[in-house]
Nanobody, 115 residues
Framework: QVQLVESGGGLVQAGGSLRLSCAASRSIFSFKTMGWYRQAPGKQRALVAVIASGGRINYADFVKGRFTISRDNAKNTVYLQMNSLKPEDTAIYYC?????????WGQGTQVTVSS
């Protein structure tokens, strides 16, 4: 299975920005979907944004217009640019990859937005 390593989390004030990165241990060319989920304390893990191999992108309603997902196949990396952050965006953000044969998760990166 491919290993996923997230980075870029941290503490930011409301209205600020962060860019998360998810580096895969090998080529992501054959993936079905790759994306980001988040889990806040006491809540279930929820989809944030996902990009399919053909380029189709889906965003959760609560991030539309603020977050942008992108990928760089040459670097085996998917990014999540997060702008206009709100305290309710505070969560652990997980990278996810789905292929025809398996699902992989990263270890998560903490994002904390202060008011």
């Amino acid at each position: 299975q491919v290993q996923l390593v997230e980075s870029g989390g941290g503490l930011v004030q409301a209205g600020g920005s962060l860019r998360l990165s998810c580096a895969a241990s090998r080529s992501i060319f054959s993936f079905k979907t790759m994306g980001w989920y988040r889990q806040a304390p006491g809540k279930q893990r929820a989809l944030v944004a996902v990009i399919a191999s053909g380029g189709r992108i889906n965003y959760a309603d609560f991030v539309k217009g603020r977050f942008t997902i992108s990928r760089d196949n040459a670097k085996n990396t998917v990014y999540l640019q997060m702008n206009s952050l709100k305290p309710e965006d505070t969560a652990i953000y997980y990278c996810n990859l789905i292929t025809e044969f398996y699902v992989s998760w990263g270890q998560g990166t903490q994002v904390t937005v202060s008011s």
